[in-house]
Nanobody, 115 residues
Framework: QVQLVESGGGLVQPGGSLRLSCAASGSIFSFYRMGWYRQAPGKQRELVAAITSGGSTMYGDSVKGRFTISRENTNNMVYLQMNSLKPEDTAVYYC?????????WGQGTQVTVSS
């Protein structure tokens, strides 16, 4: 069982930055592929960024070059550094952990980009 708790969301002006954190419980965190997803009102949940247990990363097209995902296996943490934020980045951001048939989600943290 893995529990995920996101933090770091909030209100930021366009062009600003935020850093989201995801704290994971469990002793085998390093084996999980971790990801950040987001869901805006009236839209489907979409992949923002993912990082494998080996550290390989992938990003959604809309955030490439602006967002960076990272992980600290020793502290069971995953981060999402978000720069040059745009109003269209406004959404609830979720942390996800996947390993084989095991699939866990956090409760989400709200990010609002507005002037």
């Amino acid at each position: 069982q893995v529990q995920l708790v996101e933090s770091g969301g909030g209100l930021v002006q366009p062009g600003g930055s935020l850093r989201l954190s995801c704290a994971a419980s469990g002793s085998i965190f390093s084996f999980y592929r971790m990801g950040w997803y987001r869901q805006a009102p009236g839209k489907q949940r979409e992949l923002v960024a993912a990082i494998t247990s080996g550290g390989s990363t992938m990003y959604g097209d809309s955030v490439k070059g602006r967002f960076t995902i990272s992980r600290e296996n020793t502290n069971n943490m995953v981060y999402l550094q978000m720069n040059s934020l745009k109003p269209e980045d406004t959404a609830v951001y979720y942390c996800r952990a996947v390993r084989g048939t095991y699939d866990y989600w956090g409760q989400g943290t709200q990010v609002t980009v507005s002037s």
